[in-house]
C-alpha cells in the first residue's frame, strides 16, 4: 500500500494504489532504498495532495477479509502512513488494535513524529539504525567514485542508503542546501537580523522534507569544516561546487571547536522542532539568533 494523487484511479480503484501496483515494482526494481519524496515526485504529486484514502483503508479491509492462499499469514504492507488522512485512519484503527489472526501490518515510516498518535500508539515501535558510514562508504566506491568523494556522500546521507544513492544520481541536489548554509551562516555572522527574518520566511516556505534536509546538510558541513581546520579532510563538499561564492577555509579558522558540540545540539534541537510541526519560521529564526549569540561570544 502506497500514497497516491487522489481521484487518479477508476471505478472501485479510485482514490486507492491499485492502478499504480505494476508502476510501483517497477520503482522499487530500479531503486530498492527509495525516498518519500522521491515516489512523490515520481507521482508528479509536489503540489498536489499524495496521501492514502479512506476509500484504500476499506480495500485493505476488505482484501483482508479473504482466505489466505495455502493457509498462511496474510500481510500487509503499508508504506509512509504519515500519509494516512484523519478518515482512512479512523477506519483502520480497529485493525491495527486487534489484527484478525495470522495477520500482519507492517507500517513503514520516515516521518514517526508524523503518524497519527492514533494509529503510533497502536504499533509496536521497532527502528532501522543507519548503516554505518564505513559501510556506506564502501558500498559507493563499488559504483565507481573515488573513496574521498565516497566517504562525503556516506556522511552527508546520514547513514541512508536511499539518501546515498540520490545523492550520486543527483549531486545537483545538494547545490541549494549549500547555497541556503552560506547564506544563513554570512547572515548570523553579520548579525543581519533582517537578512535573517527574510531567510526564514523563505525556506519556511519549502517542504518540510527539504527544511529537513538543510539541517542535516549543515550539520555535516560544520563538521567538515572542524576537521578542515585540523587538515584532516582531503574533499569537502564546498569543493565540488566551485562556483559558490565562500571561503571554507576562513569560516574553519572563526569556528571554536569547543563550541562545535553546542551548535551540533542547537541543530539537532532544530530538527526535532521541525519534525513535530513547529512553526518554520519561529524554529529558523531562533536557530540564527543563537548563532549570532555564538559568533558574538566567539568574537
Not at 14 to 26: M, N, W, Y
Not at 161 to 183: C, I, K, T, Y
Not at 253 to 269: M, N
Request: proline share 4%; glycine share 8%.
Amino acid at each position: 500500500i502506497v500514497p497516491v494523487i487522489g481521484g487518479e484511479g477508476r471505478g472501485d480503484d479510485e482514490d486507492t494504489c491499485a492502478p499504480f501496483l505494476a508502476d510501483v515494482r517497477t520503482f522499487l526494481g530500479q531503486n530498492p532504498h527509495p525516498l518519500s519524496s522521491e515516489w512523490i515526485e515520481h507521482l508528479g504529486g509536489k503540489q498536489k495532495v499524495v496521501q492514502i484514502s479512506v476509500k484504500e483503508s476499506a480495500r485493505i479491509q476488505r482484501l483482508l477479509s479473504l482466505k489466505a492462499h495455502g493457509g498462511g499469514y496474510k500481510v500487509v504492507v503499508l508504506w509512509m502512513p504519515e500519509r494516512l488522512n484523519d478518515s482512512a485512519a479512523n477506519k483502520l484503527l480497529k485493525l491495527v488494535e486487534e489484527p484478525l489472526d495470522r495477520t500482519l501490518l507492517l507500517l513503514i515510516s520516515h516521518d514517526e513524529a508524523s503518524v497519527l498518535g492514533t494509529i503510533r500508539s497502536r504499533c509496536q515501535v521497532h527502528y532501522v539504525k543507519p548503516v554505518p558510514t564505513g559501510v556506506l562508504s564502501e558500498a559507493l566506491v563499488i559504483q565507481g567514485i573515488s573513496a574521498d568523494q565516497a566517504a562525503v556522500l556516506a556522511e552527508l546521507s546520514g547513514g541512508q542508503p536511499g539518501q546515498a544513492s540520490m545523492l550520486l544520481r543527483n549531486r545537483e541536489a545538494l547545490r541549494e542546501p549549500l547555497q541556503h548554509f552560506v547564506e544563513f551562516m554570512r547572515i548570523t555572522y553579520k548579525k543581519d537580523l533582517v537578512g535573517l527574518l527574510a531567510f526564514s520566511e523563505r525556506l519556511a516556505k519549502e517542504p518540510r522534507e527539504q527544511q529537513k534536509q538543510w539541517i542535516h546538510v549543515s550539520a555535516q558541513l560544520l563538521s567538515q569544516l572542524l576537521r578542515l581546520r585540523h587538515g584532516a579532510l582531503k574533499n569537502s563538499l564546498f569543493a565540488w561546487f566551485p562556483d559558490v561564492a565562500f571561503q571554507p577555509d576562513g569560516l574553519a579558522r572563526l569556528l571554536d571547536e569547543s563550541k562545535h558540540s553546542e551548535i551540533q545540539g542547537l541543530l539537532q534541537a532544530a530538527l526535532a522542532d521541525i519534525q513535530r510541526n513547529i512553526n518554520s519560521r519561529i524554529v529558523l529564526s531562533d536557530l540564527g539568533i543563537q548563532f549570532m549569540r555564538l559568533f558574538a561570544a566567539r568574537k
